[in-house]
Nanobody, 127 residues
Framework: QVRLVESGGGSVHAGGSLRLSCAAS?????????VGWFLQAPGKAPEGLAI????????YYADSVKGRFTISRDSTKNTIDLLMNILKPEDTAMYYC???????????????????WGQGTQVTVPS
């Protein structure tokens, strides 16, 4: 029903920037309500970073990334990007985009509200 493909990960020095992109495709009878970006460090649960409401472009951010990360949507390309600035070694993780088709999301970003996930892209910020 929903297919998500992340791209844009890589290795970047501390203080640098990366732009991740999530390409979303859906069946004709499905509509995505929210798309979110999460990171997951080895052995830890996914951590919500930012979400965007697809019809209104309203966005919410985790306190840990406010002012550093920006989520945006390009409706012409059907992509949802995450621009990450001032990257830190602790940002090193797998990054996933996820879709909520049932409108469960709120400003409290929770992985459990998202039913469809991409395969992830690795971001490494060496210390």
């Amino acid at each position: 029903q929903v297919r998500l493909v992340e791209s844009g990960g890589g290795s970047v020095h501390a203080g640098g920037s990366l732009r991740l992109s999530c390409a979303a495709s859906v069946s004709s009878y499905v509509s995505i309500k929210f798309v979110g970006w999460f990171l997951q460090a080895p052995g830890k649960a996914p951590e919500g970073l930012a979400i965007i409401r697809m019809w209104s472009y309203q966005s919410y951010y985790a306190d840990s990334v406010k002012g550093r990360f920006t989520i945006s949507r390009d409706s012409t390309k059907n992509t949802i990007d995450l621009l990450m600035n001032i990257l830190k070694p602790e940002d090193t993780a797998m990054y996933y985009c996820a879709a909520d088709i049932t409108n469960l999301c709120s400003s409290n970003i929770r992985a459990a509200d998202f039913g469809d996930w991409g395969q992830g892209t690795q971001v490494t910020v060496p210390s």
